[in-house]
C-alpha cells in the first residue's frame, strides 16, 4: 500500500495543522521570521534553501494566512495575527531540541524585555508571572550556539541581541575579524 502525501482522512486538529506547516523548511522559515527575517534572499541565505521551494512555501504561508506580503519589488514576509498563535508550539520544540538535543546547552536565549528576565522553558517569565507574547521578548545567542556553523550575513546579524519579530539588520552584520 503506498503512502498518501496528504492527511486528508485523517479527523485531526494536528493533522490539519501539519496540512499548513508540516512541509520541510516551513517551520524554520517561521522561525526566521520570528526572529525578524524578512526578505526572500535573507530566508534563502539564512536556509540554504532553493529559490523554488523558497517560493513555494512562502506562497503557501501567504495563502494560509501566516505570512503577510508586504511592498513591491523587493517585498518583505511579515508574521501575521494568526502565525503568532504558533509562537508556543515553536518555542516549545526549540526548547525541547535544546534539551535534548544540544549538550552545550540552549542554542538561544529569550528574555522577557520588561523584566529583564530570561523566560523559563514553558515561555513564562519567572520574575513576573506572565507568559510574554513574541513582540515582549528579545533574544540572543546561548551558550549552545556555534558561531563557527554559519557565517553568511543574516547568521552574524542574529547574533546580535534584539527583539523578536522587528527585521534585523542584515546588511549592518559584520564578519568578525
Known sequence: M??????????????RTLEVVGERWTMLILRDCF???R??????????ISRAVLTQ????LVEAGLLERAGTGHAEYVVTERARGLWP???????????????RGPRRLFEH???????????????CG???GPEDL?????????????????????????????PVDVRGAQRPG
Open 57 to 60: 512555501r512562502l506562497a503557501g
Open 35 to 37: 526572529l525578524g527575517v
Open 138 to 166: 528579545l533574544t540572543r545567542p546561548g551558550p549552545g550556539a556555534d558561531p563557527s556553523v554559519r557565517d553568511d550575513q543574516v547568521s552574524l546579524a542574529l547574533r546580535t541581541p534584539h527583539r523578536l519579530l522587528e
Open 2 to 15: 503506498a503512502l498518501g502525501i496528504d492527511y486528508a482522512r485523517q479527523d485531526c486538529s494536528l493533522a
Open 113 to 127: 524585555e520588561a523584566c529583564g528576565t530570561r523566560v523559563d522553558r514553558t515561555g513564562r517569565c519567572p520574575a
Open 89 to 103: 508550539a515553536l518555542f516549545a520544540l526549540a526548547q525541547w531540541g535544546d534539551a535534548e538535543l544540544a549538550p
Open 130 to 132: 506572565t507568559l510574554p
Open 39 to 48: 526578505r526572500f534572499s535573507d530566508f534563502a541565505a539564512h536556509l540554504d
